[in-house]
């Protein structure tokens, strides 16, 4: 008998969400209908914030904050090598230039102490920002970062789509507290699927208003500015804004899927908590992630020896572990503006050695043992 291919991340869709997205394709709603605004409201009750803007990506949501706060062509923002490229290419949308701060080694988070020397060495106002990302799950201190934020007049964009329900010394991602806007999607391999889709998150009302307009070409219907008198179907461009509408079925989806998104988290600590008791001690393991409280657990990545021979054995056992970044400032289209090879030696020795392994709530527990067995099996060669 075959084995089925064992993923690094996979959406668990459920007859709940089915019967979910059914009702709504039978409804007068396909998109900008009542759905939208009820995961909003119930999005942002989950991370606590008081806004909360959805859109069609996390990407989409990233470029709608880097407008709203009115980031400029040579504008310079600060962000890790570590993460997606839209966490960085956002940025550039807004002909802005990226400045990268390596990791640190224990956390894969943007190193704080080497962030404060960068911002100290330069005269207040250079930067305009920073875009910390909260790499697999683990939730940045964003009290530390705001306080440097603060004193060297940074905005704070959270980069939170590995991090819904997540926390640090009980400030939770996307809360609005210490960041002036956080981001979510809602990719298949995501704590919340949706297909596709995207969430702002924020506690100012103004920023809130105006991602409200932006994500939707610029445009108002607000009665109240109807200056010309022209009749109920007036409408006016305040200014240039995008399509970045969610539709009424991933909004549904988005909604049933959150329902369940608490369980969804203490199913990835189970299967945390495995596969650290069966790696301890490992000689092939160069490092652990380890049981935090507060991380979110999107992502398990372990730094192993022989890491290029394990993923293609990996492979041919049906196992699609996965690797969890090439560093953004190795990418051909960022080595064009001078960075390369040898800029961030914590980072680019950690890309050497990583490997994200499958963790989903619906992983059984057989298939965490043929993850484990596979590759004690691989080193036992």
Request: proline share 4%.
């Amino acid at each position: 008998m075959s084995k089925n291919i064992i993923p690094y991340g996979r959406q668990h869709i459920n007859q709940d969400d089915i019967d979910a997205v059914v009702d709504v394709l039978k409804s007068n709603n396909l998109t900008q209908g009542p759905s939208i605004r009820k995961f909003e409201q119930e999005f942002s009750y989950y991370v606590g914030s008081k806004f909360a803007v959805a859109v069609s990506s996390g990407t989409a949501a990233l470029h709608l904050c880097a407008i709203s706060l009115n980031l400029k062509p040579g504008d310079k923002v600060i962000t890790t090598p570590l993460t997606f490229s839209a966490s960085a290419n956002c940025v550039k949308y807004c002909g802005g230039e990226v400045h990268f701060v390596d990791i640190d080694p224990e956390t894969y988070l943007i190193d704080l102490n080497k962030l404060e020397k960068l911002l100290k060495e330069n005269p207040i106002g250079t930067f305009k920002g920073i875009i910390p990302v909260n790499f697999a799950g683990l939730v940045n201190d964003f009290e530390k970062i705001d306080f440097l934020a603060k004193k060297y007049k940074l905005w704070i964009i959270e980069d939170a789509c590995h991090s819904p329900g997540g926390y640090f010394n009980k400030i939770k991602s996307g809360d609005g507290k210490f960041k002036d806007l956080s981001i979510f999607s809602f990719h298949p391999v995501k704590h919340i699927a949706a297909g596709e889709g995207g969430m702002i998150t924020t506690n100012d009302e103004t920023l809130y208003k105006r991602l409200l307009n932006l994500r939707t070409h610029g445009i108002q219907q607000d009665k109240s500015l109807n200056y010309q008198n022209d009749g109920i179907w007036y409408y006016e461009m305040q200014e240039l804004g995008y399509n970045y509408r969610i539709t009424d079925i991933q909004a549904t989806l988005g909604l049933s899927q959150l329902k369940r998104a608490k369980d969804g988290l203490k199913s990835r600590f189970e299967i945390v908590k495995h596969y650290e008791q069966a790696f301890k001690n490992k000689e092939y393991i160069l490092k652990l992630p380890g049981f935090v409280e507060g991380h979110a657990y999107h992502l398990y990545v372990v730094l192993v020896k022989e890491r290029d021979g394990l993923i293609n054995y990996l492979r041919e056992n049906k196992i699609f572990a996965q690797v969890h970044y090439i560093p953004v400032h190795l990418m051909p289209y960022y080595k064009q503006f001078g960075w390369k090879k040898g800029d961030f030696p914590i980072v680019e020795s950690y890309y050497e050695n990583c490997i994200t392994l499958p963790v989903f709530p619906s992983l059984k527990t057989s298939e965490q043992n043929r993850v484990i067995e596979t590759i004690n099996n691989f080193y036992d060669k």
